[in-house]
């Protein structure tokens, strides 16, 4: 099957996109609003844009009839975000966190989740995550307006959070912990299992 992507619908396109492009690393975000309310909201449309400069991208992509979630909004308007990185244990709050909250409602509050403060920006951290970045605004792309059309979020990495059981000297040890990648539909993977292939030499 060959499919032009001008002749399918949305929904299809969606799906042949977050099927076969994976897994897909979750950045799970908080922010603030400017009246101080604590966003999280998870995104598996994200990677690492630039090493030197640091920088983040994560893709904010609304469904069908549905406006972009909180942390756009709060990201225009503080210019700050910390992205956290999802190990397995954490995976059902983090499944809990998509769900459909008002934007005067904080994930954080409603799920009961420990934060403490972070070191260079006002969003709080999530206190049982092992990696997360703090970050600010660099740049916004606007791909399409449109449902379904994508927004990149290019985020400046200012500081870098890694706790110190997954830690080989001042590296992270992939073989210390197990992160969650986001599969098509409801389905995840982790890293628990992995394959070692070295680089050829030349």
Same mark, same amino acid.
């Given at each position: 099957m060959f499919s032009i992507t001008e002749s399918i619908e949305t929904p299809h396109i969606y799906q042949l996109l977050t099927n076969g492009v994976v897994p897909r690393p979750i950045a799970w975000v908080s922010t603030i609003s400017k009246t101080g309310i604590a966003n999280l909201a998870p995104y598996s449309f994200f990677s690492v844009a630039s090493v030197n400069p640091p920088v983040l991208t994560v893709t904010t992509v609304p469904a069908r009839n549905k406006l972009a979630k909180d942390t756009l909004q709060?990201?225009? =308007?503080?210019? @700050? #975000?910390?992205?956290?990185?999802?190990? %397995? @244990?954490?995976?059902? !709050?983090?499944? $809990? !966190? %998509?769900?459909?909250?008002? %934007? =005067?409602? !904080? @994930?954080? =509050? #409603? &799920?009961? &989740?420990?934060?403490? $403060?972070s070191e260079l920006v006002t969003p709080p951290s999530i206190a049982a995550t092992k990696i997360r970045y703090e970050c600010t605004l660099r740049e916004l792309i606007e791909v399409e307006p449109d449902p379904g059309g994508g927004m990149l979020i290019m985020l400046n990495v200012l500081g870098v959070y890694v706790d110190d059981s997954i830690l080989d000297g001042n590296k992270i040890d992939p073989a210390k912990t197990t992160i969650l990648g986001k599969l098509g539909g409801n389905d995840y993977s982790d890293t628990a299992v992995k394959t070692v292939l070295l680089r050829p030499d030349g």
């Open positions: 709060n990201i225009l =308007d503080t210019q @700050e #975000a910390v992205v956290h990185i999802v190990t %397995s @244990e954490l995976a059902e !709050s983090m499944n $809990a !966190s %998509s769900g459909n909250f008002s %934007s =005067d409602t !904080s @994930e954080i =509050d #409603a &799920l009961m &989740l420990k934060t403490v $403060a």
